[in-house]
Every structure is written in C-alpha cells, then in structure tokens.
Nanobody
Framework: QVKLMESGGGSVQAGGSLRLSCAVSGRTMNKTWLAWFRQAPGREREAVATIFTGAGGPSYGDAVKGRFSLRRDNGENTVSLQMNSLKPEDTGVYYC????????????????WGQGTQVSVSS
C-alpha cells in the first residue's frame, strides 16, 4: 500500500522560503503522478503543482507560478517543493497526493493523500 509523508513545513515571514518534501513508500516513483495541494482554513483545497515522474516537466497553479518549483529528488523516492517569495496568502496545510484519476487540478481526482504539513507565512 502506497503511503505519502510530508515534511518541511513551518513558519516564515513574507518574502522568505521553505522547502517541502513528500516521501513515497510502498511503491517506486517510476511513471507516477504526484501533486501538492494546499488548504487554508475555511477554503477549498487548492492545486499547487504536479509532476509526472515518467516524462515532462511540472505544472503549477496560477497563484504560485514563478515562485514555487517542484522536482523529483534524484536517487530518492521523494519530490520536493521549493517555495520562494512566500506571501501570507500561501498559508495553509500542504498535502501531497498520488494516484491521479482525471484532471490534475481537481482534488477529487486524486486517490491517495498524505497527512499534510502546516505552512504559516506572516506579514
């Protein structure tokens, strides 16, 4: 059974950076879709970024384009989300997901989720 474990969350001031990691166990990461979503209190879960480990580059949600970077860590069964120029509106719980069933930006199309890691950005 595949499991996802997020790490790297924390508190940072606006303009700062954080790096999140998603460790995948129970499955190799060859030709696998993985994504990051986030959810702020009282708001719907929002697509942040996705990557297909078989080929191609990552895709990003409009709110994070140019600031966030998603990559697979070579030799590791993890993907990392580098978050730069953080804003208070980036605050939320960040979740890693896999097992894509449809359009990537719809959270209902992902079957397996991690527990999430909190990111807090103060102004």
């Amino acid at each position: 059974q595949v499991k996802l474990m997020e790490s790297g969350g924390g508190s940072v001031q606006a303009g700062g950076s954080l790096r999140l990691s998603c460790a995948v166990s129970g499955r190799t990461m060859n030709k696998t879709w993985l994504a990051w979503f986030r959810q702020a209190p009282g708001r719907e879960r929002e697509a942040v970024a996705t990557i297909f480990t078989g080929a191609g580059g990552p895709s990003y949600g409009d709110a994070v384009k140019g600031r966030f970077s998603l990559r697979r860590d070579n030799g590791e069964n993890t993907v990392s989300l580098q978050m730069n120029s953080l804003k208070p509106e980036d605050t939320g719980v960040y979740y890693c997901a896999t097992d894509l069933l449809g359009a990537w930006d719809n959270p209902s199309n992902w079957r397996t989720w991690g527990q999430g890691t909190q990111v807090s950005v103060s102004s």
